[in-house]
């Protein structure tokens, strides 16, 4: 009987032990494969963010080192400081970044951070665009009027003849401060975020590469803005 009873179920249990163990294997390979997918996108995002804020830092540093510097303290840098385009803005999702939100300290600030910067480099970019459109558009004109006299005259002599009072100083003076300012304050609190960012990253993520903020280093060769 026993013997029977052994031919007619040990091959059922059997059974069922296989499909068990085998659905058993396939939800945890789904988990597992789930959760390395899960790891990838934010691993991602977070290394496309500080990529982005490299971008933009690598930009306005090379704008104030080519054109700031060297007319900083210059009384007329509202006209000697050259309408040299900025690169375009860098598009990123902040919201690729939304897992931030679940984690403690001051990680779920993160998102919001990396969109304001971003979001300052474009306000500036508006700023240098404007500033960009006056200097050509009516300094440039007027100013070409004044090289044409047969007497040669200093610059700021020049400036203030042509400019002295007018709409026009008053305009490219403000947009030139807020453009120094805005460049100032923006390369300053960029590497601040970038590296907040990446320690939230290696603390969650510690055996996956999270990309380092490193600036470009200006060669001899360096290629210029403009």
Known sequence: MHEL???????????????AAGAALAFWLD???????????????TNTAIFALV???????????????????RADRWYTLRPTPLPEPVAFDAASLAYLFELGGDAPTLPMEVDLELGKYVSLHVVATERNRIH???AQPAMEVTERSPVARPLEERLISV??????????QGLTDDLIKMTDISLASIPVVAEKLRNVAIA????????????IEPGPNAQRLG
């Not at 009873?5 to 091959?11: N, T």
């Not at 971008?55 to 303290?73: G, K, M």
């Open 5 to 19: 009873w052994h031919d007619l179920w040990a091959p059922a249990i059997a059974a069922t032990l296989g499909t």
């Open 31 to 45: 988990r597992h494969n789930r959760a390395v997918r899960i790891e990838d996108e934010r691993v991602t995002a």
């Open 55 to 73: 971008r933009i830092w690598n930009d306005l540093d090379a704008y104030r080192r080519q054109e700031i510097e060297e007319r900083r303290n």
């Open 136 to 138: 050509e558009q009516e």
């Open 163 to 172: 400019f002295g009072g007018s709409r026009v100083i008053v305009t490219l």
């Open 204 to 215: 969650q993520h510690p055996k996956r590469k999270i990309i380092q903020f490193t600036p």
